[in-house]
């Protein structure tokens, strides 16, 4: 059963930093992961999907890497904005009908 | 293109009634998939429709549960004799069968209060 752990739990840090969130997983036969964004009480926005056959995708601010042997993934974030501020979850997919299993997320606060 | 749309968003029930939530997914997705979020979780799997047919319910949907995906479009989540434990943000997302790599679309969720 794959395991999907997030660290840490939660993060403050002051505007302009820039960031590391981290994603382990158990189960290295992996389809692709993705990670999602999500705002209090709303659902969950795509930020970035890697592939199992890529090592990394970028958009913007935002740079996520993908090690599969290890079972690791990262999310960074460049000069963080208060905007940026929200959960920011992993989620892997495997198995024949790309099952998804998620980390219970980081909580990010960016503080002005 | 107007994303994964959801309905309810917030639904307010006794404990023992009834409850449905609808899901329309984009267009040309044929993929569905219904996840349940409580409280500083992440989101469970509960079920997986490819078109119209069911091809995984997860050990979390009970016998209270069942999901319909009647013509391969909205599918709809029926929570029946509801209880207290059932309160939690219920999710929707779709994927397209020509994106190689299944990225997930979620909607803006159905939020459950079961009083």
């Known amino acids: 059963k794959q395991e999907v752990t997030q660290i840490p739990a939660a993060l403050s840090v002051p505007e302009g930093e820039n960031l590391v969130l981290n994603c382990s997983f158990t189960?290295?036969?992996?389809?692709?992961l993705q990670w999602f964004r999500q705002d209090p009480g709303k659902g969950l926005t795509s930020l970035l999907l890697?592939?199992?056959?890529?090592r990394e995708q970028t958009s913007g601010r935002l740079n996520a890497s993908l090690d599969k042997s290890s079972g690791r993934s990262t999310l960074y974030i460049a000069a963080s904005q208060p905007g940026d501020s929200a959960t920011y979850l992993c989620?892997?997919?495997?198995?024949?009908?790309?099952?998804?299993?998620f980390g219970i997320g980081t909580k990010l606060q960016v503080i002005p | 293109d107007t994303g994964v749309s959801q309905n309810p968003r917030h639904k307010i029930t006794k404990r023992g009634q009834n409850v449905t939530f609808r899901c329309d997914p984009i267009?040309?997705?044929?993929?569905l998939y219904w996840y349940r979020q409580t409280l500083g979780q992440g989101p469970e799997f509960l079920t997986y429709?490819?078109?119209?047919?069911?091809?995984?319910k997860s050990r979390l949907l009970s016998d209270r549960f069942s999901a319909e995906r009647p013509k391969g479009s909205f599918s709809t989540l029926e929570i029946q004799r509801t209880e207290q434990g059932d309160s939690a943000m219920y999710l929707c997302?779709?994927?397209?069968?020509?994106?190689?790599?299944?990225?997930?679309?979620f909607g803006e969720g159905s939020r459950l209060t079961v009083l």
């Open positions: 989620a892997v997919g495997g198995g024949g009908y790309q099952k998804v299993t």
């Open positions: 890697i592939q199992s056959s890529q």
């Open positions: 997302a779709s994927s397209s069968r020509t994106a190689i790599y299944g990225e997930l679309f």
């Open positions: 429709f490819q078109n119209e047919a069911q091809l995984e």
């Open positions: 189960d290295s036969a992996i389809y692709n």
């Open positions: 267009s040309e997705h044929n993929r």
